[in-house]
């Protein structure tokens, strides 16, 4: 990503050509402290602040510090039934002017009208959460998979979208400890995601090829991955899951198939990998 904005208490970083997509900032909880959905124009806008209104959901209005501080022309904010904070906003800034680089040399990232990601939100109530993302929101169902997260222990998780982007939120009933499991960003290459795995993997950049080298012991525990590469079975990512300094984790992919809604059938899966994704955690 590229740093745009910084100071002791927060941070703001590019990822194209908007003025910023990811904020971070200092706090206690060390989880996701909001999200904000784009909507096309002041209508579009209005139309959302009704139906959430209309569903008994309190939205407060005509923040402009705040809109200003998000570099957007005007937003509305409310909570989700589990009081997660959410913007929805239109006019944000482009700054095609200062073209987008890559402090780490990733070629860049598919957003556009997909946005900035995905991230998969862990909910105390399914029913509730499904209610208010598909029924007040507007999103709709991609599909399912129940992941298995240990041998007594199956959860149902459901994948989301709002656009093109197979999933923008997954949601799920799970015992953990954050409000997201992980936040996931989609590199333009293969390649990118490869160097990046390499630059988590606590391995000398300089050792000699693994495939040629003598037998030696590898010291891993600098590493920050989570999981060997692999693909998943419903949006066909190919991407590795690494830890980050706040405990919940980030997938970095390339590939992923999107979500037609004239053609796209709903269908349920039982693994969440066609291959990869093996645990790498306490090696």
């Not at 990503?1 to 909880?29: C, F, H, P, T």
């Not at 029913?127 to 029924?135: I, N, P, S, V």
Request: aromatic share 10%; proline share 4%.
């Amino acid at each position: 990503l590229m740093e745009v904005a910084g100071s002791d208490e927060s941070a703001q970083y590019r990822m194209d050509s908007r003025n910023w997509r990811i904020a971070v900032q200092k706090g206690e909880s060390d989880d996701l402290a909001f999200a904000g959905y784009e909507v096309a124009n002041p209508a579009a806008l209005q139309e959302m602040t009704e139906r959430l209104r209309n569903a008994g959901i309190q939205v407060e209005t005509g923040n402009s510090e705040l809109a200003k501080r998000r570099g957007v022309m005007e937003l509305i904010s409310f909570q989700d039934p589990f009081g997660m904070p959410l913007e929805i906003y239109y006019g944000a800034t482009d700054v095609f002017e200062r073209p987008f680089v890559s402090s780490a040399g990733v070629t860049g990232f598919v957003t556009g009208e997909q946005g900035a990601g995905h991230y998969f939100y862990v909910v105390p109530s399914l029913d509730e959460g499904l209610a208010f993302y598909t029924g007040v929101l507007g999103f709709q169902m991609s599909d399912v998979i129940d992941i298995a997260m240990g041998p007594d222990l199956t959860v149902r998780g459901y994948f989301l979208h709002c656009n093109g982007r197979h999933h923008t939120l997954a949601i799920a009933a799970a015992p953990l400890p954050k409000r997201i499991h992980h936040f996931m960003l989609q590199a333009l290459t293969l390649d990118d995601v490869g160097h990046a795995c390499d630059r988590l993997d606590g391995m000398d950049d300089k050792t000699i090829d693994s495939n040629l080298r003598l037998p030696t012991k590898v010291d891993r525990t600098s590493s920050c991955l989570t999981t060997t590469i692999g693909r998943h079975v419903n949006d066909h990512m190919l991407s590795f899951y690494c830890e980050t300094p706040s405990g919940f984790e980030l997938e970095f992919g390339w590939g992923a198939r999107e979500v037609d809604d004239r053609s796209w059938v709903m269908t349920r899966q039982t693994r969440t990998a066609m291959w990869g994704h093996k645990s790498m955690r306490n090696k």
